[in-house]
């Protein structure tokens, strides 16, 4: 399961040609080439497809493997004033039209048959999410998960739930972070320390992570080495808690999910950063990763074959794999970033 490819475009005429992704992608190249507005644009496509839609000019074409099976969603989108709305949506299955909608002139079907009007405020997706041809494709974009910006609400009302199993948890992805941390440590408390033990081997002045609650909120705090109390994460430093936030959602999505994250260094120490890439390189099998990075450890320690170079002309947007740049397919693997650098392919990344 996993996007394989997918072209987008905006209102100010911001072109991505199509590009293609593996398990793991590594978005490199010069700043201002658009490596941060290619996740904008997955999440611009995600979040379009919901129940709560946000939408803005826009028209993309995304294809999607799902148990052997390849979807194509292909949409445009116009919107006014905060208030949008869909003028057309294909989307084929194994390349075999399932769902035409073309809204302009009220046409609509579905496996060949017609539809009745349907609102078009909402993607084809969200309306018949029911039906079994549907649900796998919305699933995939529910199951994004956008770790650029963690949610900053540190005390938070105790959620109620109950999980029979912790693979029934991580199928709540797109709930809070926070609330599944919380139910992670109620219900299963193995899984929460070895999320522990991991951040304890990056920051060994800390001796346990721990769960509190006062009242009817709670907390996710941090017990240190030589320090009386105990310190909520809040308090903890930028490096530190973004570490041990991306830990618990690495460890919290399911099989089959798509994790983008803008810029992995920011705030990290070298230190972390060892733990961090290692940590997504062991469920890049499982889990489909899109990161972008500036820095030279990050690309050093992620092997090439899953770097793409971003490049802009004007407004249009090109990737290319660092698999067809040359300069990268030698036999010595001495300091690859630096061969980057020196390519042609990067040196003419803007123009």
Not at 21 to 35: D, E, Q, R, T
Not at 225 to 237: C, H, K, L, M, P
Not at 264 to 270: D, H, Q, R
Request: aromatic letters at 12%; proline letters at 3%.
């Amino acid at each position: 399961m996993g996007i394989l490819s997918f072209s987008y475009e905006d209102y100010s005429g911001w072109k991505l040609h199509e590009m293609s992704l593996g398990g793991m992608n590594l978005l490199v190249g010069h700043s201002g080439a658009g490596k941060t507005k290619i996740l904008r644009a997955l999440q611009t496509i995600c979040q379009s497809a919901g129940k709560q839609p946000k939408l803005v000019s826009s028209s993309w074409s995304i294809k999607i493997r799902i148990d052997g099976n390849y979807y194509s969603w292909n949409a445009q989108v116009e919107s006014d004033l905060g208030s949008g709305h869909f003028l057309a949506e294909t989307v084929l299955l194994n390349d075999k039209e399932l769902l035409f909608r073309q809204v302009d002139g009220a046409v609509s079907r579905f496996k060949g048959d017609a539809l009745p009007k349907l609102s078009n405020s909402f993607s084809v997706l969200a309306l018949l999410d029911n039906e079994d041809e549907i649900s796998p494709l919305l699933n995939v974009f529910n199951g994004i998960v956008f770790v650029d910006n963690f949610n900053n609400n540190y005390y938070i009302d105790v959620p109620s739930g109950s999980f029979s199993s912790f693979e029934e948890l991580r199928l709540t992805v797109a709930e809070n972070l926070y609330n599944r941390v919380y139910f992670m440590n109620k219900y299963f408390p193995d899984e929460f320390n070895l999320v522990g033990s991991q951040f304890i081997e990056i920051f060994p002045t800390v001796k346990s992570i721990m769960v509190m609650e006062i009242f009817q909120y709670w907390s996710l705090n941090i017990v240190e080495q030589g320090v009386d109390n105990v310190i909520s994460v809040r308090e903890s430093s930028s490096g530190m808690y973004k570490t041990l936030m991306f830990l618990f959602e690495l460890h919290l999505v399911p099989p089959g999910s798509v994790i983008l994250l803008d810029e992995i260094e920011n705030s990290l120490g070298v230190n972390c950063l060892d733990q961090v890439v290692s940590a997504a390189m062991e469920r890049a099998g499982e889990v489909q990763f899109v990161l972008t990075s500036h820095h030279p450890y990050v690309i050093n320690n992620i092997p090439h074959k899953y770097w793409k170079l971003v490049r802009r002309h004007g407004s249009e947007v090109t990737v290319v794999d660092a698999t067809e740049i040359r300069a990268l397919n030698t036999a010595s693997s001495h300091d690859r970033f630096m061969q980057l650098l020196n390519a042609p392919e990067f040196e003419e990344g803007i123009s």
